[in-house]
């Protein structure tokens, strides 16, 4: 039995079934933006690796940066220690970070690190004399992992619905309908402050995934809307939670897609860019009020501990991300991935079975009404050597954010060349589901 043989009879992957599964490629080497195949081939990985391979893959400086770490240390458990990379990563996050958001809980997946922010604002209402308040308020058309709490907070009616009978039950608001260049219309948050009217002496806090809504929904909303949700949790006493991990690192443009609206959160996650997509690892930042709250009611510790929480390789690998992040002008080179996918992708719109075509930042997506068949998204990756994860009826880019614009034109066509393919598999295939 080949690997690939033994991998389709016993490995699951990703939304993949067991049986009829779709075909898996066997990657031996990435360098850059492109992932290199067992027969020599090299795909351009057009969505970073699930969005997290922002500076492309081996970046020499993370790779060096772990390997210097292995040779030290390679894990320690932080219950009852602590380490340089540890502490060194801290300071480089808050520095990094909006101002004010410098309290630090490492964690070692993106879906963890919002179940930490979901406890937090619910430990924090506790400590305030709120134990009645131990619900979250948040949006339709998100998604915030995996996890169950994280499931309990993504789109009700999303792809998480089958385990509906394990989830705690939250409170939703509509998704923002406002279009993130359209004009703003106060009525697009009614039915923000409507579930606040109603439900607001339950709510810890209000999440959401600032200006992008991704993998439920791949939607740009106006910034505008994070404002009033600031507005509104101030005055009714919920804490405001940003989930960054897609969005931030100048997915959206600028380091944080928050900043398109000049609001910073009480609590916010970060992860997939972190290490630059090297290492798994994840953080929540907390305000002083936060985490002062929490240290001051009972119990006085926060009730979470992972087990490679702060894992020495990955704090390594991270202290190396945010130092390029640092040193590079990803803000410039991001406005050129959205100007040049904006001038190959918008024409599309006039295509019959294209239902709107969306660009902000380095994230371009092309709505259709159905999606090709398997058959043909193969088809085009292998024609074009471009890497496309298309799920329920998107067809999307997210690239490394050092690609360049030849790279931005080969991803375009394959797009172009999928999105012209005839309908095939139906949007609710899980086969599509990220």
């Not at 009829?20 to 969505?47: F, N, T, Y």
Request: charged content about 20%; glycine content about 6%; overall charge negative.
């Amino acid at each position: 039995m080949t690997p690939l043989e033994y991998d389709r009879a016993f490995i699951w992957h990703p939304y993949a079934s067991l049986k009829d599964a779709p075909p898996v490629r066997m990657a031996r080497a990435a360098s850059g933006v492109e992932i290199e195949l067992e027969d020599g081939r090299r795909l351009v990985d057009a969505v970073s690796s699930w969005w997290c391979v922002a500076h492309g893959h081996n970046h020499p400086a993370i790779v060096e940066a772990i390997r210097r770490q292995s040779e030290k240390m390679c894990h320690v458990m932080f219950g009852g220690f602590t380490h340089e990379p540890a502490v060194v990563l801290a300071e480089k996050l808050a520095s990094f970070a909006p101002s004010g958001l410098d309290r630090v809980f490492f964690a070692d997946s993106g879906s963890i690190s919002v179940e930490v922010a979901a406890k937090m604002a619910i430990q924090y209402q506790t400590a305030l004399g709120h134990p009645e308040r131990r619900r979250i308020l948040a949006l339709k058309g998100g998604y915030h992992g995996d996890t169950s709490l994280c499931m309990a907070l993504s789109d009700p009616d999303g792809m998480h619905t089958l385990f509906k009978g394990i989830m705690t039950s939250h409170f939703f608001a509509d998704k923002p309908s406002c279009p993130f260049r359209g004009e703003w219309v106060p009525s697009c948050a009614r039915s923000l402050a409507n579930a606040i009217d109603e439900h607001g002496a339950e709510i810890a806090a209000i999440v959401c995934e600032p200006v992008f809504q991704a993998a439920n929904a791949m939607n740009f909303y106006n910034p505008q809307y994070l404002r009033e949700m600031r507005r509104l949790c101030d005055e009714c006493g919920a804490l405001l939670i940003f989930d960054e991990i897609a969005a931030g690192f100048h997915r959206t443009g600028p380091r944080w897609a928050q900043d398109h609206a000049s609001v910073t959160p009480d609590i916010m996650t970060v992860g997939k860019a972190l290490t630059g997509g090297h290492m798994t690892l994840a953080a929540t930042l907390a305000s002083a009020r936060v985490a002062d709250t929490i240290s001051n009611g009972r119990p006085s510790a926060f009730m979470h501990g992972p087990t490679y929480m702060a894992n020495p390789l990955a704090c390594a690998a991270a202290c190396a991300s945010l130092d390029i992040f640092a040193s590079s002008n990803y803000a410039t080179n991001v406005k050129r991935i959205e100007d040049a996918f904006a001038k190959r992708l918008m024409p599309l719109k006039s295509h019959p079975n294209i239902v709107d075509v969306r660009v902000l930042g380095a994230a371009a997506v092309v709505e259709v009404e159905r999606l090709p068949s398997q058959a043909d998204i193969s088809d085009v990756i292998d024609a074009h050597n471009v890497w496309l994860r298309p799920f329920c009826n998107f067809i999307y880019a997210m690239p490394p954010l050092v690609s360049d614009e030849r790279t931005i034109d080969r991803i375009s066509l394959a797009i172009m060349d999928l999105a012209g393919r005839p309908p095939g598999c139906a949007p609710s295939d899980p086969d599509f589901h990220e």
